[in-house]
Nanobody
C-alpha cells in the first residue's frame, strides 16, 4: 500500500509563496501519474496540477504561471511551488497517485491566504 504524506501548508498573505511537499513511501513516479488537488469546505475537490510518469505537466487555468509541479525521484517527493498566492487559492491541498488504476491519497495540508 502506497502512503503519501504532505507537508508545507501554512498561512501567508496574498502575494506570498508556499511550497508543498508530498513524500511517497515507495518509488512510484516512474509508473504512477501524480497530482495535486484542493478542496474548499462545501465544494467539490478540484484538480490543480498533474505530472505524468514521462514528466508531462498540466495545470488548471487559474494557477498557470503561478504554480509549478515537480518531482524528485531520488527523494520520492512531489512538490507544488505556489507563488503569487490569492485568497481564492485557500484550500486543503492533497496529493494523489494514479498507479495503473489504483488511487492513493495523502491526508491533505491546509493553505490559508489572507488579504
Amino acid at each position: 500500500q502506497v502512503q503519501l504524506v504532505e507537508s508545507g501548508g501554512g498561512s501567508v498573505q496574498a502575494g506570498g509563496s508556499l511550497k508543498l511537499s508530498c513524500v511517497a513511501s515507495e518509488s512510484i513516479f516512474s509508473w504512477c501519474g501524480m497530482a495535486w488537488y484542493r478542496q474548499v469546505s462545501g465544494k467539490e475537490r478540484e484538480l490543480v496540477s498533474g505530472i505524468s510518469p514521462d514528466s508531462k505537466t498540466r495545470y488548471i487555468d487559474s494557477v498557470k504561471g503561478r504554480f509549478t509541479i515537480s518531482q524528485d525521484n531520488a527523494k520520492n517527493t512531489l512538490y507544488l511551488e505556489m507563488n503569487s498566492l490569492k485568497t481564492e487559492d485557500m484550500a486543503v491541498y492533497s496529493c494523489a497517485a494514479d498507479c495503473s488504476g489504483w488511487a492513493y491519497w495523502g491526508q491533505g495540508t491546509q493553505v490559508t491566504v489572507s488579504s
